[in-house]
């Protein structure tokens, strides 16, 4: 459970430059109990095209890591924002979004992180790959639900941005994800110039849901997910 002390706070994050969407988008800051921590670490992820800063994978991962003393920010997309469809956004609108984001971690410099993970689900973990190839610093990048190709065609592989990303790089795939061969996958990451990791969910799919007949239910895929960022992202800062 949660610290008393701990708090979720929704706010807008302006957005720059817009001449069609909207002005800011809707963000949830996750605050720990006793922020700053020694670490002051914090992780931003950004959802899926179908979906937005409400996904409940999301959601259980911002609790789950706010708990184990994280700064944490999820936010929407403007197509999100005002409930339009995914290609209403530009790829540079995508990237400008996510960018103003992690901005957002340090306006007030008192409780400012010193490090900070990137990552998302789906389409955010499409952005999160090409945000982690500029020259903004992180410690890591986590690709949850990575798309790596069309729906079942791994010949159609599209993978140009993961060759570039510098920073540690943690993908977590479900074992049903048709858009993510993981042997494809696998000969992809042997190519990239940094340290990744892969870890699969088994029976889940690229939403991280499972059969029916599954035992498992929706909380406890969301755990393992969790289980596999928060032993991969302790590999990956530097204490201050």
Not at 99 to 104: D, G, H, Q
């Amino acid at each position: 459970m949660v610290g008393q002390t701990a708090q979720f706070k929704e706010f807008q994050i302006p957005l720059a430059d817009t001449i069609h969407g909207p002005e800011s988008v809707t963000a949830i800051m996750g605050i720990p109990e006793w922020w700053p921590t020694c670490q002051r670490i914090a992780i931003v992820m950004a959802h899926d095209a179908d979906s937005d800063l409400h996904h409940p994978l999301l959601e259980h991962l911002q609790t789950k890591l706010t708990e184990e003393k994280f700064l944490t920010l999820r936010f929407n997309f403007p197509f999100a924002e005002t409930n339009e469809d995914a290609s209403t956004d530009t790829g540079e609108t995508l990237l400008r979004t996510f960018r103003t984001a992690i901005a957002a971690l340090h306006r007030d410099p008192t409780s400012a992180p010193a490090h900070v993970f990137i990552g998302g689900h789906g389409l955010g973990a499409r952005v999160a790959a090409q945000i982690a190839t500029s020259q903004i610093r992180i410690e890591g990048t986590f690709l949850i639900g990575f798309p790596l190709h069309a729906a079942g065609d791994p010949a159609t592989i599209s993978a140009e941005q993961l060759y570039r990303i510098t920073s540690p790089t943690l993908f977590v795939q479900g074992s049903r994800d048709d858009q993510c061969d993981l042997k494809t996958l696998s000969s992809t990451v042997r190519r990239m110039g940094t340290t990744t990791e892969i870890r699969c969910v088994k029976d889940a799919d690229d939403n991280f849901a499972v059969p029916g007949e599954s035992l498992r239910s929706s909380d406890e895929i969301y755990d393992e997910v969790f289980d596999y960022m928060l032993k991969w992202s302790a590999k990956h800062y530097v204490a201050t």
